[in-house]
């Protein structure tokens, strides 16, 4: 293994490396750093929003900045705006965030202060940055591991190596997920820096109160990845170090943590202020490592003028104060701008292709799967697919990855380790550097330990960004119950799904349907997750064979949005006001189409296809032209998708209903029970279906 320990002995002969044209660039920014933080704190009653600012990190940032190029990536964490100054942000584009104004060029006034996003041609690009520590961990290990993927396949040329730079505290290292992405970069050997500042602080947590040891030590037992330390508040040392972390990485394309120990001389955040939880001894043992006045002193005993140093501090206030006052008066955004980025633009609106080619044979819901994802692999390179169990040996759990393994190798297909959060949250980082990634979690019952990347990243990335990094990934979730699965392997999930702002979900009940929205799916700049129920995939549960279709050609394409009339009531009852409507989904149209047998077209069924975007203006539509609707689903009810959507339903409708929207869905219990018996009793069937449409049909 590759270790730098001789770092930990350096001595003045370090300094002697960095140029004094570097070390003056250095102090003009640790000053300007200083000003604003300066400015900040006087002018408490403008700068409303919350805020951090970098003082203390500023050696070890800026050391960082200036080694990286336009071509690497770099995620700084919110108390990093010493790296933004390092890699060539101006005080008033970050003073535009700071005061949420129109022209932030991160977020358009969305977001905190130090919360970037950029893909400025001149600079290290930078996927959107959450508040919440440690996460972004994952989604930066994922643009390095789509990094070394363009690389594997030549997909782009590149003047220099690009490296990737994951900044973090060291509090937020004893997160699971951080443990995940080391895990993945170490085994993976991918080209990024964890670059941890350790200021000894979480919040008002002590390091003895919150870990065992430093992420130096914390990192060792990851084979694979190289470490070192630093003295992070010495801006010569830091660079040195940082010039030869990066150099490392470029070169051998390894993954390396670098440990900082930095000082906390600013507040936590604005919010939280230092006098609330620190005593005078702690600040002044911070105060003393300053790292503005450590390279100040530095530059005085190799003979800089003392007065050149009172100019360039003179000058950065009075910098910092002209872009104040500018960004003070610049515009808020408009109101009107406010649900602008929710979603990027798709460009498939409209079905197309060739649903049923003549002569095609039938094909179960699995193949589909497998066959559109072929197709997109042969077609686009950047297509990729990976999860647990997909790759070669089994291709998935329900075969339902089978063959692709062998077809695309191990480098396209693959098996992940048991990380539903690395799996799930890796593909914003892949995304970004323009990769469709396809990954699969196991079980629906499994995947709550990915939804903090669902909702913390990803599903904010477009809409906090102001457009410039939406999501492009296909997560894939075999979903549902049937025939004693059990607790754990039967659950349905598509309400707290649905409850995640900025992603799209779709739930086929058909092989064409799922052909043909996953190639949409795929051709969407949004993230997508494809809800599959277990029970339709082979069509081996009574009364699912029409989930076997004849298989669609390669270029049918199914928008999402658009429901279905997959049985129609007949005009003539519906006329008399003797009709109902089911809207239903995955599962439940089968139940539905076994339950209206007996109902002599008295009732139409609508199938979803997509939950979001929902087609409400079909549902409302034949609502109003029956007045009698009921909402079927597997989910338990109460708070549910279903719920919601009924009373949706009974809004925009009221005036044409003869009876209450009625919803129909399992049990309220925590589980499905593996006991046969007790599930059935525990899920609709179509007899229970055709007991409650009988009642609605009374009205």
């Not at 200083?34 to 919350?50: G, H, L, Q, T």
């Not at 000058?315 to 980025?341: G, S, Y």
């Not at 995939?537 to 298989?551: F, L, M, N, R």
Request: aromatic fraction near 10%; include cysteine.
């Amino acid at each position: 293994m590759f270790f730098y320990v001789y770092l930990l002995s350096m001595e003045n002969t370090l300094h002697e490396k960095v140029s004094q044209e570097i070390l003056l660039k250095a102090y003009n920014h640790m000053m300007l750093a200083k000003a604003m933080a300066d400015i900040y704190e006087e002018n408490r009653n403008v700068c409303k929003y919350v805020h951090s600012t970098s003082r203390g990190h500023e050696a070890i940032q800026l050391a960082t900045a200036y080694q990286l190029t336009k071509e690497d990536w770099v995620s700084p964490y919110y108390r990093d705006e010493s790296i933004l100054l390092g890699i060539g942000f101006e005080p008033y584009q970050l003073m535009l965030q700071l005061l949420a104004k129109a022209d932030d060029p991160f977020s358009g006034g969305r977001s905190y202060y130090s919360h970037p996003s950029s893909r400025d041609e001149k600079m290290p690009k930078i996927i959107h940055q959450s508040s919440a520590t440690g996460m972004q961990t994952i989604p930066t290990t994922g643009v390095a591991q789509g990094i070394k993927y363009i690389q594997d396949f030549n997909l782009q040329q590149f003047d220099n190596n690009p490296v990737v730079v994951c900044s973090l505290g060291d509090n937020s290292v004893t997160e699971g997920e951080v443990s995940e992405a080391l895990q993945f970069a170490a085994l993976h050997q991918l080209p990024i820096i964890f670059l941890v500042q350790d200021n000894e602080w979480g919040i008002s947590v002590t390091k003895e109160e919150a870990r065992t040891c430093d992420a130096y030590d914390f990192v060792a037992g990851f084979t694979g990845l190289n470490r070192m330390r630093v003295d992070g508040t010495d801006f010569a040392e830091s660079f040195e170090v940082m010039k030869k972390a990066v150099d490392f990485v470029r070169t051998e394309r390894k993954p390396l943590v670098v440990c900082a120990k930095t000082v906390l001389i600013g507040h936590h955040t604005s919010g939280v202020r230092r006098e609330f939880y620190r005593d005078e001894e702690d600040l002044t043992k911070h105060r003393a490592k300053d790292p503005g006045e450590i390279l100040r002193n530095q530059l005085l005993e190799t003979g800089v003028d003392e007065e050149l140093l009172k100019q360039i501090t003179k000058k950065a206030r009075l910098e910092a104060e002209e872009a104040f006052e500018k960004a003070k008066n610049a515009p808020d955004p408009k109101p009107e701008t406010v649900a602008d980025h929710i979603f990027a633009p798709t460009p498939i609106t409209e079905e197309t292709g060739t649903r049923e080619p003549e002569g095609g044979e039938k094909i179960v819901m699995v193949d589909a799967a497998i066959h559109a994802i072929q197709e997109l692999m042969w077609k686009h390179p950047e297509a990729l697919l990976y999860g647990q169990d997909v790759g070669e040996r089994i291709g998935g759990v329900f075969r339902e990855t089978v063959t692709l393994g062998k077809k695309f190798g191990s480098k396209r297909v693959f098996n992940t380790a048991i990380q539903e959060a690395y799996i799930i949250g890796s593909t914003t980082g892949m995304s970004a550097v323009g990769l469709k990634p396809i990954v699969e979690v196991q079980f629906a019952d499994y995947i709550y330990p990915g939804i903090n990347q669902l909702i913390t990243e990803i599903s904010k990335s477009n809409y906090l960004s102001n457009g410039k990094y939406p999501v492009s990934n296909i997560i894939r979730v075999p979903i549902g119950a049937y025939g004693g699965g059990g607790p754990y392997h039967s659950g349905s999930v598509e309400s707290i799904l649905a409850n995640i702002k900025g992603i799209k979900i779709a739930y086929p009940s058909n092989a064409a349907d799922f052909k043909g929205l996953l190639k949409a799916a795929y051709y969407d700049p949004n993230p997508v997750i494809m809800l599959e129920h277990k029970g339709l995939y082979w069509s081996k549960v009574p009364g699912t064979e029409d989930a076997k279709t004849i298989e669609p050609a390669e270029d049918y394409v199914l928008p999402f949005g658009k429901g279905k009339v997959i049985i129609e009531a007949n005009q003539d009852e519906t006329a008399k006001g003797r009709t109902l409507l089911i809207v239903t989904y995955g599962m439940g149209v089968y139940w539905a189409k076994e339950a209206v047998k007996s109902f002599n077209g008295r009732v139409e069924v609508i199938d979803l296809r997509t939950l979001i975007p929902l087609d409400e203006a079909l549902v409302f539509e034949r609502v109003k032209a029956h007045g009698k609707c009921i909402v079927l689903t597997e989910e338990q009810l109460n708070n549910s998708f279903a719920e919601a959507f009924a009373h949706r339903i009974s809004k925009n409708c009221f005036r044409y209903l003869d009876a209450p929207v009625e919803t129909m869905g399992s049990l309220d219990l925590p589980a499905v029970p593996i006991n046969l018996v007790l599930e059935k009793e525990m899920l609709p069937n179509a007899e229970k279906l055709a007991a409650k449409i009988e009642e609605m049909l009374q009205y």
